[in-house]
């Protein structure tokens, strides 16, 4: 597997991020996340979109929202050939290291309830379900809420 490299997405990506979501994440919905969209929060000063590129071409990507109290996590997604190599902890990672500095200490997101890779992903990296959100996903899905305090993660790296 090639190195990853991390970097705020371009605005030429917000057409294959789309494609991405489309076929990764927003599977037998209508698609909302749309180019257009992600060229929005491309500008929002209070969002990032990262990029995790894998000898040129993009491995994964997530979407976070930073707000006084809390950051969202959007999206996420790793295409099928890089799951389980790392990409989502790195892009993660990246995530979360950047809502400390910014004085951002939780970070939310919701899940497919049926996605039990996802659900035990964010589990291992120390998120815990905070909920269950009947019909979130257009009325077609449940949603299970997830949340992670930085604060508490930070206490228990420095131990």
Do not use: K
């Amino acid at each position: 597997m090639s190195a990853i490299h991390l970097a705020p997405a371009r605005r030429d990506d917000a057409p294959r991020l789309a494609a991405m979501s489309r076929r990764l994440i927003e599977r037998g919905l209508d698609p909302c996340w749309t180019a257009e969209r992600i060229e929005r929060q491309l500008r929002n000063q209070d969002s990032v979109v990262l990029t995790a590129r894998a000898s040129g071409h993009v491995a994964g990507f997530a979407i976070m929202q930073y707000g006084d109290d809390a950051a969202h996590l959007n999206l996420l997604a790793v295409e099928l050939g890089h799951r389980r190599h790392g990409v989502g902890r790195q892009l993660v990672g990246w995530l979360e290291e950047t809502a400390r500095i910014a004085g951002t200490f939780a970070i939310r997101l919701e899940v497919r309830a049926t996605n039990a890779g996802a659900r035990a992903f964010y589990a291992s990296l120390g998120y815990r379900e905070t909920g269950w959100v009947r019909g979130y996903y257009q009325g077609v899905e449940d949603a299970v809420r997830f949340s992670r305090d930085l604060t508490l993660a930070r206490s228990a790296e420095a131990r």
